[in-house]
Nanobody, 123 residues
């Protein structure tokens, strides 16, 4: 059974930082593409960042480039998202996702999803 468990969300002021973690079990951390998505109330889910199985390639949506950094520790089966210079528009539920193919994940159709962790940024 595959489980993805996010942690690290919370409330911060604009300009602050948070680090999200996603602990994966039931999958091989070194063979699956992993990523982060987010969804704010009343808005569609959007992709945020993704990372290839070995960590060689990373992808970011334009609004977070230069502020967010995705990384992974395959030995610990854990995915991270370092978020700096947070803005109120970053407020959303953040979801961890995994799929064997990065293109499928980046299109928004990963096989596995976590339950989400809430990020709230106040102005």
């Amino acid at each position: 059974q595959v489980t993805l468990v996010e942690s690290g969300g919370g409330s911060v002021q604009a300009g602050g930082s948070l680090r999200l973690s996603c602990a994966a079990s039931g999958i091989s951390g070194s063979s699956d593409c992993m990523g982060w998505f987010r969804q704010a109330p009343g808005k569609e889910r959007e992709r945020v960042a993704a990372i290839s199985p070995g960590g060689e390639w990373t992808y970011y949506t334009g609004s977070v480039k230069g502020r967010f950094t995705i990384s992974r520790d395959n030995a610990k089966n854990t995915l991270y998202l370092q978020m700096n210079s947070l803005k109120p528009e970053d407020s959303a539920m953040y979801y961890c996702a995994a799929h064997s193919d990065c293109s499928t994940l980046w299109r928004g159709s990963p096989r596995y999803w976590g339950q989400g962790t809430q990020v709230t940024v106040s102005s």
